[in-house]
């Protein structure tokens, strides 16, 4: 049965919230006139002359107008529109556009493009994606950047706007014109020739070289972060090339620097990278630039995607199903809640799924769509491992739906695919990530507590043995209180002893004979010098100290 293409159906009106105009402001996207156009009331895209449909997570991955040629060529070659294409594959083509120029000292290759990626269709084998329909992905025989792609980015088809058109002196335009009811049928795949890869070899060396070279490893984040610090958007026809890049006067740059807080904040948001993770201040390999010029001998190798004559395409090589690096379909899932560290209305994610993946988790809390995730390229995960671990899951929604009642929390799936294994293993995934980050949580809280509840015990090495310390048959609470309570009585009992005072012990813990009243006035005549009493006994007092009768 062939799959039910969304088309139209996929397309809503435009949510585009403050957030997104400050960044775009400050990362200088919206700086020059008449650059960007944001849409009305139309559910629909309508673009005005000389503009096409992009996406805000495109423009802060590094899309700008008139776009660069090796992205004009991707496009052609496999007959795509921008629309077509997910956030973690724009930041896909910026980080390659950058590794080339910035630290291979070449223009984009498309033969080392051929090498390392392969473009397929993300969708299911029930439902054809129009936006976000097409996922870059990396080879599974590939040794490349970990680029820390996120699971899914939330509600990004929603935040659509038009950009202007600019053809950069091109007599073809430089952006296909939008049109929303263009089909994509399959996957394809443009294998690199003989020749090919012969003529990139030395580049493959030079990558290995930069990612395990000790002391200067480069990462796909080192990278993502050089293009951002730099306020260059990769996918954009410059006047210059990353090596001839002079810095604050660049004449590409399109914003002054960002602060660091902003920088952080935007890379954590493309990327998978949680708060606890650093950000790379600068990369290990140092880029080449103006004031990093390249060697006199160093090759110049030229080789763009081809670019169709008098408006013809080159055909595509569809890739046939038994093929294991680009399968025909993807499933893709959709938003992620709202991350623990996330300060914004809208979490940034994108699912990493392989092409043969179950189909994903949907939120139970915040009910999201499952258009909103896409594969990531980087994850080959085994169907065969998945359904065995997944058969032990099965009835796992019926007893969520049993704990409903006790938990007060919804548990159904917004869009069910009424397959009791499918929808067990999209509910796992959601809370299975939920309960890594409270045992996460629960571990850090609990090493904190453990050497004052336990100050001649070594912590446990794993989690499990440090809960179990703290769930023994007796009231650690109320024994660690005795137990300060007991030295601050022999403190105070040898600090009375030192004053030489005449005290009839006996009488001491017989606090139930003095009166209330009386109780309240010793205190009050006492607190003068309470600061003074508890700093010798080497005990922090509380802003408002007590009056309530001890615990003996």
Not at 10 to 26: F, P, V
Not at 513 to 534: G, V
């Amino acid at each position: 049965m062939a799959a039910a293409d969304l088309g139209a159906a996929e397309w809503e009106r435009s949510k585009i919230t403050n957030q997104d105009l400050n960044l775009m402001k400050k990362l200088g996207i919206t700086k020059k006139p008449k650059a960007v156009c944001f849409p009305s009331e139309e559910s629909y895209p309508s673009p005005p002359m000389g503009y096409r449909v992009s996406f805000v997570d495109h423009l802060i991955r590094g899309l700008s107008t008139p776009i660069h040629p090796f992205l004009r060529g991707l496009l052609y070659v496999y007959g795509l529109q921008l629309h077509h294409l997910t956030p973690n594959s724009i930041l896909h083509i910026s980080i390659f556009i950058t590794l080339c120029e910035a630290f291979l000292g070449v223009h984009p290759n498309w033969a080392l493009w051929k090498r390392i990626f392969f473009c397929r269709r993300n969708g299911s084998a029930n439902v054809a994606y129009n936006i976000g329909g097409v996922v870059i992905s990396v080879r599974s025989s590939v040794n490349y950047f970990d680029v820390k792609l996120p699971d899914s980015v939330q509600g990004w088809r929603k935040k659509w706007l038009y950009i202007r058109e600019e053809n950069d002196g091109c007599l073809e335009d430089n952006i296909p014109p939008f049109d929303g009811a263009e089909k994509i049928l399959r996957s394809w795949d443009a294998e690199a020739t003989e020749e090919e890869r012969t003529s990139t070899e030395a580049l493959m060396t030079r990558i290995h070289e930069l990612q395990n070279t000790r002391g200067k490893e480069l990462s796909g984040i080192q990278i993502t972060a050089y293009f951002l610090r730099t306020r260059v958007q990769p996918l954009q026809a410059r006047k210059n090339p990353f090596w001839n890049y002079t810095g604050d006067e660049d004449a590409d740059r399109l914003s002054t620097n960002l602060e660091i807080k902003d920088l952080d904040k935007l890379i954590r948001r493309i990327s998978s990278l949680k708060k606890k993770d650093s950000i790379p201040s600068t990369c290990r390999v140092k880029p080449y630039s103006a004031a990093h010029a390249l060697p006199k001998d160093h090759p110049n190798l030229v080789s763009l995607p081809p670019l169709p004559e008098g408006g013809e395409v080159e055909e595509r090589a569809v890739v046939s199903d038994d093929n294991p690096d680009a399968p025909s379909f993807t499933n893709e899932p959709a938003e992620s809640r709202k991350s623990a560290g996330s300060d914004e209305k809208e979490d940034v994610s994108e699912a990493t799924a392989s092409a043969q993946s179950l189909p994903p988790a949907v939120s139970p809390r915040n009910k999201r769509k499952r258009d909103d995730v896409e594969d990531s390229g980087t994850s080959k995960p085994l169907i065969k491992d998945l359904l065995r671990i997944g058969t032990q899951f099965v009835g796992y929604r019926e007893y969520a739906s049993k704990a409903e009642d006790r938990t007060s929390q919804e548990f159904e799936l917004e869009d069910p695919d009424n397959d009791v294994l499918l929808d067990a293993m999209s509910f796992l995934e959601f809370h299975g990530t939920e309960a890594r980050e409270g045992m996460d949580e629960a571990r850090a809280g609990l090493s904190k507590l453990f050497p004052y509840f336990f100050p001649k015990k070594e912590e446990p090495a794993t989690f499990l043995g440090l809960a179990k310390c703290f769930n023994p048959p007796e009231d650690l609470g109320l024994k660690m209180r005795h137990e300060n309570m007991k030295v601050a009585v022999e403190s105070t009992v040898a600090l009375v002893a030192d004053s030489q005072q005449t005290v009839d012990w006996a009488k001491v813990g017989d606090t139930e004979q003095i009166e209330h009243a009386k109780w309240r006035s010793l205190i009050k005549a006492a607190k003068l010098n309470t600061k003074r009493i508890l700093a010798y006994l080497g005990i922090k007092p509380s802003s408002t100290p007590s009056s309530s009768r001890p615990e003996v």
